[in-house]
Structure formats: C-alpha cells, structure tokens
C-alpha cells in the first residue's frame, strides 16, 4: 500500500479527541478507501498533563502548533484550536506557506482570514479543506463547492447555530421562556457560560459569511451581514406564529439582489409546513436554491465531537487521494468584494406586534401611518386578554392591547419609518417586535 498521510492535530479538545478516535476506529476502512493509510504522527495542545479520553501513547507531543506545522515529518495540519488569532492563525500559514495542505474546523478563522489563506493555498498549490467550520456533520461545503458545481445560487437560508434552535424549540414546545430555555441549554451543555455570540446570532454570521462566500463567490466578509439575535423573542410571538402558520426560526440567509448580496441573520418566520421549519431542537438545516433546480435542504448534526470529526475525516481523505479543489470552488484571486445591498432595501413580508394603547383613534393612527408607507396589510388580529370563565376582558381605557399585524411584501425602510411614527404618535407602549417573513 502507498505510504501513509501523516497527520499534525493541532488541539485535542471536543473535536481534536473525536478525530483522533474516528482516524484510529476508521483506519482499515479509509485505507482501504483512500488507497492509503491515514496516521497521527504528532498532537498539540496546551496542557500536555490533562486527562483526554484517548490513547496518545504512540504519537509524538510537540508542545508549540506552529512547530508542529513546520515540522518536517508531517504531511498536513489538522487545525481544531479554534479562535481567528494566534496560534490557529500562525500554524496554518506557517503549514501552508511549507506547501502542507491544512484541515480546518475554525469558522471564525475563516471569516477573517479566509480569503486570504485561500491565496496563499492556492499560490502553494495545496488544499485548504474547511467542510467542519460550518454546520458540523452536514456537507454542506462540499455540496457548494463541488456537489453542484454547474448551478448559480441565488440564495442559501439555514439554521446554522444548534444553541438557538434548542431554545427556540424548547420555548415553542414546553411553553418556556427564552430566560428559562437559555438557562436549560447552559445546564445540558449546548450554550457556552456566555451565551451572546451563539443568541445574539454572530456564530451564524461567522457561517452564513463562509456559505456566501463559496455560494456567490465573493471574498468572506462577516462585516457585511445584518445581525439580529433571539433575545426579544416572547411567547407570544411563538404562539401568533403558529396560529399564522409560520413558526420562528432564527436563519442565516444571503441572497442575490439586483442591488448586491444581501446577507442576513435575525428570527425569521417560516411557513409552518415547509423542510426548515421541521427542524428542531440542536440539530441544524441549509436549504439551497439554485436556478433550474428545485431547492435541497440538508439537515443534519451541527456541532459535537463525532459529528464535527466526521467532516475533519472526510476533508483528511480528500487530501489522501489527491483531491484538491480551489478552497471557494474558484480561484481565489478571482473573487471579488462584496456588493452589499443595504438592508433598507430588503423586500418581504413582516410580522408586527404592537401593544397598542386602547383609546379612541389608536388603531386609525397606525392604519395612517403604515399606509403613508405603502404597506398593505394580509391580516390583524387584535388580542384581548381572556378572564375566568373564557369572557373577553376589554382593556381599561389607556390600557395596551396586543395587536398583531402581517404585511405583504414591504420593504425594511417602509416599515422602520412607519413603526418610527407610530412611536412618535404614542399611540403604543413599548417597542414594537418586527420579525421579517422568508419566502419558502
Ligand atoms: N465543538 C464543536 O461541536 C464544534 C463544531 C464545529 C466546529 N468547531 C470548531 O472546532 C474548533 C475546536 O473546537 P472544540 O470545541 O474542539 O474546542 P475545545 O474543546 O475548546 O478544544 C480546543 C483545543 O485547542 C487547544 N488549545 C487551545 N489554545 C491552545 C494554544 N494556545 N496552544 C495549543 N493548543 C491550544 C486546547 O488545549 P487543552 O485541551 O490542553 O486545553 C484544546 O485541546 C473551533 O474552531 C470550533 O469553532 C467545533
């Protein structure tokens, strides 16, 4: 058999230990599949001492991932340090400035600098392999990237952060709120001690940049995303959204205009019937459309160990065999800056919850100002407090009252000026909750 492919694994955390455990499992099978072995040669990680579930005994400790890069005995670098700074960042230039390919799980790596390694990956002529960075387990890099290489995008939308769509769920299914819910995923795991970057939607950003980027072949910018999280998400917007027909997810989209790429991250209403909205608790969802060809949604684990690994695996045979594409499926010096089209000009259907003050004129005051702006309203519904008994309460006069509004499709800045002048006229209390409506 041909001599095997000897491995650098930078980092033996959740992934590094799955790798380990799934190279060592698998051996026979990608040696058989690859036409080569596939061996760990050396590990690093920071503290040599920790207890690991896993047998390093026979494999070389190079205490400095960068050193491990350079050094002379390995073939390719497996980074799963995570983080877009050093040391992630040095060892993987350093491995491919040496002309080593690399492995890659590191989505905020990627965002920052990934336009950049994949020059200097293509300049060495080595691969730069990155399935793990987005949604696990799903191969949704591949599927991009070479899966369907003959098709133009015209827009990627998915579920790419489990932490939010466990407690998205869990609000929707065991009527919890969002506190709670976040609370239960910090407990069981799936949310970090500080949650803001997984529910103030920025993991998903860091990912649906990395999705644009191989889907319309522009340079990876996180900074050209609209960021919205799931915070304010209440009860009531889950329950308005199932009577609708919707259910609220929160989704990375990028989308093809007229005006540029527009990408963009924030709770979303999904019709209820539709594949992503079938998704639920940690797992995650791409749906792709492409012209010519019907949309595809794959769903599937997107984080832990084995799931992740498996992607970091299958990136490592690739590499075996010889494969290697442009790591964005077009050479990198091609790919151009991002058009962004400004979120003001985002066209679609909006959800609205005002609380309305229950005095003469409230509803007419509204009505006035979203039609100043064009829009035209699918339907409103008024919601009444219901007391002992099942009787309707009517508000006190000066009391709020729940007011649900769906628009047809409006665009982003009709509906800010709008609700900016319902605001003005103190005809409601409170902001106003406003989740956009995906077409799907
Ligand atoms: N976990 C997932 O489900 C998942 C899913 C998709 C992608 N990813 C990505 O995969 C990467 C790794 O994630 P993870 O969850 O495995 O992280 P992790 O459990 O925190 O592991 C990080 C590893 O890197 C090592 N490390 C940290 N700083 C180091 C340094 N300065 N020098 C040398 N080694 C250092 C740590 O060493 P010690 O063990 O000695 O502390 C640890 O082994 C990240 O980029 C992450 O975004 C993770």
């Known amino acids: 058999m041909a001599k095997p492919l000897k491995v650098g694994l930078?980092?033996?955390?959740?992934?590094?230990?799955?790798?380990?455990?799934?190279?060592q499992h698998g051996r026979d099978k990608l040696a058989m599949r690859c036409g080569r072995p596939i061996e760990i040669a050396a590990v690093s990680a920071r503290s040599r001492g920790k207890k690991r579930d896993i047998d390093l005994k026979a494999i070389r400790?190079?205490?400095?991932?960068?050193?491990?890069?350079?050094?002379?005995?390995?073939?390719?670098?497996?980074?799963?340090i995570g983080g877009a700074g050093d040391p992630a960042r040095r060892a993987v230039e350093t491995a491919l400035a040496a002309g080593k390919p690399v492995v890659t799980a590191n989505k905020a790596l990627l965002?920052?600098?990934?336009?950049?390694?994949?020059?200097?990956?293509?300049?060495?002529?080595v691969a730069l392999n990155f399935e793990a960075s987005v949604a696990g387990g799903i191969p949704i890099v591949k599927t991009l990237r070479e899966g369907l290489n003959g098709n133009t995008f015209t827009r990627i939308y998915g579920i790419l952060n489990g932490t939010c769509n466990y407690i998205l769920s869990r609000m929707e299914e065991?009527?919890?709120?969002?506190?709670?819910?976040?609370?239960?995923?910090?407990?069981?795991?799936?949310?970090?001690?500080?949650?803001?970057?997984?529910?103030?939607?920025?993991?998903?950003?860091?990912k649906l940049s990395i999705l644009a980027?191989?889907?319309?072949g522009t340079r990876v910018d996180p900074g050209a995303i609209y960021v919205e999280g799931i915070s304010s998400i209440t009860l009531a917007d889950l329950d308005a959204a199932a009577e609708l027909g919707y259910r609220v997810k929160l989704l990375g989209v990028a989308v093809r205009t007229e005006a540029g790429i527009e990408q963009r991250v924030h709770p979303t209403m999904v019709r209820r019937g539709s594949a992503i909205a079938q998704v639920m608790g940690v797992t995650n969802a791409v749906t792709i459309d492409a012209e010519r060809l019907s949309p595809i949604?794959?769903?599937?684990?997107?984080?832990?160990?084995?799931?992740?690994?498996?992607?970091?695996?299958?990136?490592?045979?690739?590499?075996?065999?010889?494969?290697?594409?442009a790591p964005f499926g077009r050479p990198a010096a091609r790919m151009a800056a991002v058009r962004k089209a400004p979120m003001q000009h985002h066209e679609g259907g909006y959800y609205i919850r005002l609380l309305a003050r229950d005095r003469p004129g409230s509803a007419?005051?509204?009505?006035?100002?979203?039609?100043?702006?064009?829009?035209?309203?699918?339907?409103?519904?008024?919601?009444?407090?219901i007391g002992a008994?099942?009787?309707?309460?009517?508000?006190?006069?000066?009391?709020?009252v729940p007011v649900i509004l769906i628009t047809y499709a409006t665009s982003e800045d009709a509906v800010r000026k709008a609700l900016a002048a319902v605001r003005r006229d103190r005809v409601i209390s409170g902001r106003p909750q406003v989740i956009r409506i995906e077409k799907n």
Do not use: N
């Open 297 to 325: 949604t794959l769903v599937g684990p997107g984080a832990g160990g084995m799931a992740t690994a498996s992607a970091v695996v299958s990136d490592l045979a690739d590499i075996a065999r010889g494969v290697r594409t």
């Open 61 to 80: 400790w190079i205490a400095d991932p960068v050193a491990l890069a350079a050094d002379p005995a390995i073939d390719v670098l497996v980074e799963v």
């Open 364 to 385: 007419a005051t509204i009505a006035r100002r979203l039609a100043q702006q064009q829009i035209s309203l699918e339907s409103i519904v008024q919601r009444h407090e």
């Open 174 to 206: 065991d009527r919890l709120a969002f506190g709670d819910c976040l609370r239960e995923a910090q407990r069981l795991g799936y949310a970090e001690a500080d949650p803001s970057f997984d529910v103030e939607g920025h993991d998903t950003a860091q």
């Open 389 to 400: 008994g099942g009787a309707v309460q009517h508000g006190r006069s000066g009391e709020a």
């Open 111 to 125: 965002a920052s600098h990934g336009h950049k390694l994949a020059l200097l990956a293509e300049r060495r002529g």
């Open 10 to 23: 930078a980092g033996l955390g959740t992934v590094g230990t799955a790798v380990v455990q799934l190279l």
């Open 213 to 216: 980027s191989l889907a319309f």
